[in-house]
């Protein structure tokens, strides 16, 4: 088959590798009909290369048509349509029983002391194979699949696979109080459905982006959008009373604006051997945290900052006297996909589009057009916000 692998820095191409079969009876095998590109797709393509082997599949965010079961899957059959979340775990653990799906016991990457394993997502996740690719296997596919319909096109269901319940999960998290303001730093993908949330839940949303044309999307559904400049903090501050936002969404994560001390030592890092880079990036990684330090400088005292944006570093400096004089509550983690997907499905069935999921995707295109758009994608040109193959 054909599917999207890992290079080397910045280098991915489509190539022919070898087609997935069932490994264990609990397997399903996807014939994929559409996979997105993702935010977090970027950090592999620019600084996780220690962590990565030349002719890794990338790919958390697929769709498609099961083609073969294993033997002992009950859940699914041959010609059923799916969602496939991006995490894997199994359902039936301590961790999973709790709505944690993202820390599931069974799948937990214990090599490097991390959490559930995930598609297409390093060696410290696990270094499945991803779904940029014309199939997939689907471990413990009786619990890792949404089953969906056949009349609503693949946009419709396509994102339950990661960013829509990141974001549900991130104004969850954020604990906005009823008609409150809710901040969202970032107007990415997971940020536009994060102020796509807030406003469904009635709240006055702001949001803060560089990039014009994420401006304008967002503004079509409502929210109040500002340039990031040198004042954008203070400027909305003064907004809500001079208090600050009752919470705030950070979209941008690890990779934000600023900083370029650490984004030197983060380039340093990637040309080293592996072994020395990946500990390091293990022991003193840094992540560029402007978009972080803005959050917390911008929700009010007693407020919520949650975290969807990935931040990977062990050697960040944050705030402490302020986070502690402002009694500030911090969430974060990777999203619990199958803990949401009860509240989101009627939504995004939901004949009036609530989340607008139809005005997400800026670029459809095949598989062979990945590598372009990878480089489209994170140097922002074309106004590419969100991209979504079809193998």
Same mark, same amino acid.
Request: hydrophobic residues 40%.
């Given at each position: 088959?054909? *599917?999207?692998? =890992? ?42 290369? !220690? ?29 059923? +349509? ?27 990457? +214990? ?56 974001? =549900? ?7 906005v109080p009823e008609g409150g ?30 990039v014009a044309e994420r401006r ?12 990031? *400049? ?20 950070? *979209? ?7 900083? !370029?001390? %650490? ?9 080293? !051997? ?56 911090? +969430? ?6 199958? +803990? =949401? ?45 969100? %991209?979504?193959?079809?193998?």
């Open positions: 088959m054909k *599917a999207l692998t =890992w290079q080397g820095k910045r280098n991915v191409y489509v190539e022919e590798v070898p087609d997935p079969v069932i490994q264990q009876p609990t397997d399903a095998i996807v014939k994929i009909t559409s996979s997105a590109i993702c935010g977090s797709d970027l950090h592999l393509y620019e600084l996780f290369g !220690p962590f990565m082997d030349a002719g890794d599949v990338l790919g958390h965010e697929p769709m498609g048509v099961v083609v073969e079961v294993g033997s002992d899957v009950t859940q699914l059959a041959v010609g059923d +349509r799916i969602v496939v979340p991006f995490n894997i775990s199994c359902g039936h653990c301590f961790m999973c029983r709790r709505g944690l799906q993202s820390q599931c016991e069974t799948t937990q990457v +214990r090599e490097y002391s991390s959490g559930a394993a995930l598609f297409g997502y390093t060696k410290l996740y696990g270094q499945v194979p991803g779904g940029q690719a014309e199939y997939l296997r689907v471990p413990l596919a009786d619990y890792n699949h949404i089953r969906v319909g056949a009349d609503l096109p693949d946009d419709r269901y396509l994102f339950l696979s990661d960013i829509l319940p990141t974001a =549900w999960q991130g104004v969850e998290y954020a604990q303001t809710l901040a969202v730093m970032g107007l990415g993908p997971v940020g536009q459905f994060a102020a796509r949330v807030g406003m469904h839940r009635g709240y006055r949303v702001l949001a803060v982006d560089p304008a999307m967002a503004e079509r559904h409502g929210v109040l959008t500002y340039d990031l *400049a040198d004042t954008v903090v203070e400027e909305l501050v003064d907004l809500t009373d001079g208090r600050g936002a009752d919470a705030v969404v950070d *979209a941008v994560g690890m990779e934000a604006h600023g900083n !370029p001390a %650490v984004r030197f030592a983060q380039n340093a890092i990637g040309l080293l !051997p592996d072994a020395v880079a990946k500990n390091l990036m293990d022991k003193a990684g840094m992540d560029r945290l402007a978009s972080l330090y803005a959050s917390i400088d911008l929700v009010r005292r007693g407020g919520t900052v949650s975290l969807s944006g990935v931040y990977a570093g062990e050697a960040d400096i944050l705030p402490m006297k302020t986070m502690f004089d402002k009694q500030l509550s911090l +969430r974060m983690g990777q999203c619990n996909v199958k +803990r =949401w997907v009860d509240d989101l499905l009627p939504l995004v069935e939901d004949p009036g589009d609530p989340f607008g999921v139809m005005d997400l995707v800026t670029h459809h295109a095949p598989l062979s057009d990945a590598p372009a758009l990878y480089e489209t994608f994170q140097k922002k040109q074309d106004g590419c916000i969100k %991209v979504v193959l079809q193998p």
